[in-house]
Nanobody
């Protein structure tokens, strides 16, 4: 059974960096991974994906980088210049087309438990 396990979250100050990781088990047959996040009271949104060309939502483009580490069977999300509005639980799941918002909304928690990222001002 394919599994995705997130790790590496934590607390940082604004302007800091954090890298979170998604360990991908064997048997995962989707074209790529998406990183999603859900802030308290907010909707689940896909912030980055590597299903084709790397995709980033505008608010994280230039600050976040999705990296596929084949040696570790992991997909990392390197996050730089973090802002308080990046505070959320981050989840990895299959990556979908950027316009598939209805699908994105159900991805948080569907595959893994997520990892908390807290950015203080």
């Amino acid at each position: 059974e394919a599994q995705l396990v997130e790790s590496g979250g934590g607390s940082v100050q604004a302007g800091g960096s954090l890298t979170i990781s998604c360990k991908v088990s064997s048997g995962f047959n989707f074209p790529g991974i998406g990183w999603y996040r859900q802030a308290p009271g907010g909707e689940c949104e896909m912030v980055a994906a590597n299903s084709g060309n790397p995709y980033y939502i505008p608010s994280v483009a230039g600050r976040f980088t999705i990296i596929h580490d084949t040696a570790r069977s992991a997909v990392d999300l390197q996050m730089n210049m973090l802002k308080p509005e990046d505070t959320a639980v981050y989840y990895c799941a299959p990556g979908y087309h950027p316009q598939a918002k209805d699908t994105h909304r159900i991805m948080c928690g569907l595959w893994g438990q997520g990892t908390q990222v807290t950015v203080s001002s």
